[in-house]
């Protein structure tokens, strides 16, 4: 019975996938339950618990954003970037969520080449990245020179003292990276129920017109010292907004950039190279 309301409203093919996947999950909820949820419109992968990303598998709670295709396409391409290595890499991930732009880096990247640090200002996101470490294999002690490392700090990059001295990450950076907030207002109040009822409103709107963030990162990284020599600066970007923020981060500072395209063709990562 389940089953036939599933296909009235995603399709016959769709809804016997879903039903075909939640039947394998290894879940503590009960078949029915789960479907229970998807028909009520909650996302599959909350149901599920976990995503793909890249060859890893992420876990995932509502209401930490669901990680997306074309972050993981941005992500694989930066991680070709990033050789010949200057060892070990720190990385800084503006916003983390899951965790899974600096857990995707950790998996592409030769053990001990990578120390990194997430940053969320949600304590549901803090604790799912970090338990994320565990879960693909990372240490979350810098000083586990053997293997590369992931932890993430609660704070907000928003706050002019960031990084505080007492969260022990420190300055300077060789790659930053950033899936900000970036929904405008207008975007914002037209999202579908699937998105505005499950995904926290904090990892979605970017201020009235979806900027403020890259301001605040385009800010932070032109600090002295903030970055190393030769650093990456890696941003994703909303639809129509590459070259605003393209524009952001020349302003802040004498930054080269260049825009990605996602596998949609759509302008989706403005890469930034400072100091050039
Ligand atoms: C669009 S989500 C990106 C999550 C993850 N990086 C990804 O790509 O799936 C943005 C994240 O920024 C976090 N965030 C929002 N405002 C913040 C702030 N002021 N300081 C730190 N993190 C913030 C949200 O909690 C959310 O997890």
Redesign the pocket.
């Known amino acids: 019975m389940s089953l036939a309301i599933l296909s009235s409203r995603l399709g016959k093919h769709q809804a016997t996938l879903e039903y075909q996947w939640m039947k394998r999950a290894i879940s503590p909820l009960s078949l029915e339950k789960m479907l229970a949820r998807r028909i009520a419109g909650e996302p599959l992968q909350y149901i599920l618990g976990e995503q793909p990303f890249g060859p890893l598998t992420i876990k995932l709670r509502p209401p ?5 295709p074309e ?1 993981e396409h941005w992500t694989i391409r930066l991680a070709e970037l990033l050789r010949p290595l200057p060892a070990p890499l720190s990385i800084l ?9 600096p857990l995707l880096i950790c998996h592409l990247l030769p053990a001990g080449t990578v120390r990194s640090h ?5 304590s549901d ?1 803090v604790k799912l990245a970090n338990e994320n470490a565990a879960h693909c294999g990372f240490s979350t002690s810098s000083s586990d020179t053997g293997r590369n490392t992931f932890r993430t700090i609660q ?5 002019p003292l ?1 990084p505080h001295a007492h969260l022990n990450v420190s300055p300077p950076f060789d790659l930053v ?6 929904i405008s207002w207008p975007e914002y109040i037209q999202l579908p129920p699937s998105v505005a009822d499950y995904e ?1 409103p ?3 709107f970017g201020g009235p017109d979806g900027l403020d ?1 890259y301001h ?1 990162i385009a800010a932070l990284v032109a600090r002295k010292g903030f970055l190393s020599p030769g650093a990456i600066v890696a941003v ?1 970007v909303g639809d129509g907004q590459a070259h605003r923020v393209q524009e952001i981060f020349q302003a802040a500072a004498q930054m080269r950039t260049e825009i990605w395209l996602d596998p949609w063709k759509k302008k989706r990562t403005v890469v930034v190279k400072p100091g050039i």
């Open positions: 930490v954003l669901i990680p997306r972050t991930d503006l916003g983390t969520g899951t965790g899974c732009i997430g940053v969320d200002i949600s996101a704070a907000s990059f928003l706050d960031f990276t950033s899936n900000p907030p970036y926290d904090k990892a979605l963030f605040a994703e």
